[in-house]
């Protein structure tokens, strides 16, 4: 069993800042495989940052550069430093966990909302 907690999320102005939060616990997982992920509404949740494989960084086309992503492992965290954002990063962002077994888990969500 993982569990998937997220904080941070708020209301910002355009070109603001946020940091988010995704704190993992349980057994059997490795935060290199953590992910963020945000649905907008009436939209398909997307992929926004993870970590890769050789141990870099991955990124949506409209994040890179504004949007880092980063890790604590002592402390089971995974960050999202999101730097001049826009109206259209308004979503629930999600964390997702899969298990070594190949389970996915999520958190509730964070809202951000920016506002124009």
């Known amino acids: 069993q993982v569990l998937v907690l997220e904080s941070g999320g708020g209301l910002v102005q355009a070109g603001g800042s946020l940091r988010l939060s995704c704190v993992v616990s349980?057994?059997?997982?490795?935060?290199?495989?953590v992910g963020w992920y945000r649905q907008a509404p009436g939209k398909q949740r997307e992929l926004v940052a993870d970590?890769?494989?050789?141990?870099?960084?991955n990124y949506a086309d409209s994040v890179k550069g504004r949007f880092t992503i980063s890790r604590d492992n002592a402390k089971d965290t995974v960050y999202l430093q999101m730097n001049s954002l826009k109206p259209e990063d308004t979503a629930v962002y999600y964390c997702?966990?899969?298990?070594?077994?190949?389970?996915?888990?999520w958190g509730q969500g964070t809202q951000v909302t920016v506002s124009s």
């Open positions: 970590f890769t494989r050789g141990g870099s960084t």
């Open positions: 997702n966990a899969p298990d070594l077994r190949g389970s996915n888990y």
């Open positions: 349980g057994s059997m997982f490795r935060l290199n495989d």
